[in-house]
Nanobody, 127 residues
Framework: QVQLVESGGGLVQAGGSLRLSCAASGRTTSGYPMGWFRQAPGKEREFVAVITATDESAYYADSVKGRFTISRDNTKNTVYLQMNSLKPEDTAVYYC????????????????????WGQGTQVTVSS
């Protein structure tokens, strides 16, 4: 079973940048799409971005498109989320996960089609 550990969160001013990392251990994730989700206090977990395993195509939530970039390094079994032009509404705990179920193109925003959730990393953006 894969274990995922997120890191790189912190406190940043609006307009700033952070780079999150998600390191996998236990099993390789190179053959699976990898996603980032986030959850703000009192809100449901929401999709942020996903990267495919085959051609490393990336898909984003409209709220982060043009500001966030997802990437992966299969040699390190690690996925990254570069976050630029951060806004206070980006404040949340960010989680990565492995997409294990469902037809990709119709379910990549659905969090329960993913496994291996880590403990998350807190991102706080001050105004």
């Amino acid at each position: 079973q894969v274990q995922l550990v997120e890191s790189g969160g912190g406190l940043v001013q609006a307009g700033g940048s952070l780079r999150l990392s998600c390191a996998a251990s236990g099993r390789t994730t190179s053959g699976y799409p990898m996603g980032w989700f986030r959850q703000a206090p009192g809100k449901e977990r929401e999709f942020v971005a996903v990267i495919t395993a085959t051609d490393e195509s990336a898909y984003y939530a409209d709220s982060v498109k043009g500001r966030f970039t997802i990437s992966r390094d299969n040699t390190k079994n690690t996925v990254y989320l570069q976050m630029n032009s951060l806004k206070p509404e980006d404040t949340a705990v960010y989680y990565c996960a492995v997409k294990k179920r469902g037809y990709f193109y119709t379910t990549y925003v659905v969090f329960d089609t993913y496994d291996g959730w880590g403990q998350g990393t807190q991102v706080t953006v001050s105004s």
